[in-house]
């Protein structure tokens, strides 16, 4: 893809990303996002062919972020127990906060079924 569809890409995720914090995954349609971004609905899908592309495209890219700051902490050799802000075990943490704050907002609004959200960040987590 060109640099200018990456970027557009961006744009596409950066304002979907909000659309999908306001009004949860469900209520979001390909017309609210063609809205936001002013793009037709035909620019919208020469990018994206759905919503649920779009939102897998950024957890992903939230999922590989944190995976990175992982490695890249391994590949300094921080210790994996320390009391630092900077230590794996703190890595961990913050994922799983993040992860469970995401299923509890899910349950919240209904797009998710009722589960223990602990349970299913560590299935997320080990399934990888």
Request: charged share 25%.
């Amino acid at each position: 893809m060109s640099l200018k569809g990456d970027k557009t890409r961006q744009i596409i995720r950066e304002k979907a990303y909000q659309l999908f914090a306001q009004k949860g995954f469900k209520e979001v349609t390909m017309k609210d996002i063609c809205a936001s971004t002013g793009l037709s609905r035909g620019g919208l899908y020469r990018h994206y062919e759905s919503t649920e592309q779009i939102f897998l495209e950024i957890v992903n890219a939230f999922s590989n972020r944190q995976k990175d700051e992982v490695f890249t902490k391994i590949e300094q050799r921080i210790p994996a127990i320390s009391k630092e802000d900077n230590s794996i075990t703190r890595q961990y943490e913050t994922s799983k906060s993040t992860w469970i704050e995401l299923i509890n907002y899910g349950i919240g609004t209904k797009e998710f079924n009722p589960v223990n959200p602990e349970s299913v960040f560590h299935v997320i987590l080990f399934a990888y």
